[in-house]
């Protein structure tokens, strides 16, 4: 079948990688996170997953959105745990941008520094930073461990 085949060759060609898997978009969304919706510029784990899966689709920041606007944060779904933002915390906390204490993560002065510099930029990630003011701090971690504990867990 194959003996008339004399080489076989690839060529490489892009492949378009969606922004929810580039680590600096991840570290960018993590930073307003902690900037904008959070006590203390601190926030759980499993807040910062909360707000990645909220931002993943426009659709899912209007349907948050409405949600916080009607006043049922109790109506929000069951939220997906991405690999792709451990990886950028990780990446995060190795650049000095995070610090990781007690199960945390808060913003540390680079990360600070950062945040300010996209925060001033007014079209760079202009639909997060809208979203993102539009909830605010109205999910505390108290909310998200009432959320969290649909799941079964305590």
């Not at 915390?89 to 941008?97: D, S």
């Not at 002065?109 to 003011?133: A, P, R, S, W, Y």
Request: proline residues 3%.
């Amino acid at each position: 079948m194959f003996d008339k085949v004399n080489k076989i060759s690839f060529q490489k060609r892009p492949i378009p990688l969606s922004a929810d898997y580039r680590p600096l978009y991840k570290i960018i969304q993590l930073l307003l996170v902690l900037n904008v919706c959070s006590h203390q510029e601190t926030a759980s784990l499993l807040k910062l997953h909360l707000f990645s899966w909220m931002m993943s689709t426009k659709e899912g920041m209007d349907k948050i959105t409405q949600l916080i606007v009607d006043n049922r944060l109790e109506k929000i779904p069951l939220w997906r745990l991405e690999p792709s933002l451990n990886r950028a915390l990780n990446f995060a906390v190795a650049e000095n941008l995070l610090m990781q204490k007690n199960g945390k993560y808060k913003l540390s002065e680079k990360g600070k520094i950062l945040v300010q510099d996209v925060l001033k930029d007014k079209e760079l990630m202009k639909i997060e930073k809208t979203f993102l003011t539009t909830v605010g701090k109205k999910i505390t971690e108290k909310k998200v461990k009432e959320l969290s504990e649909k799941w079964g867990g305590k």
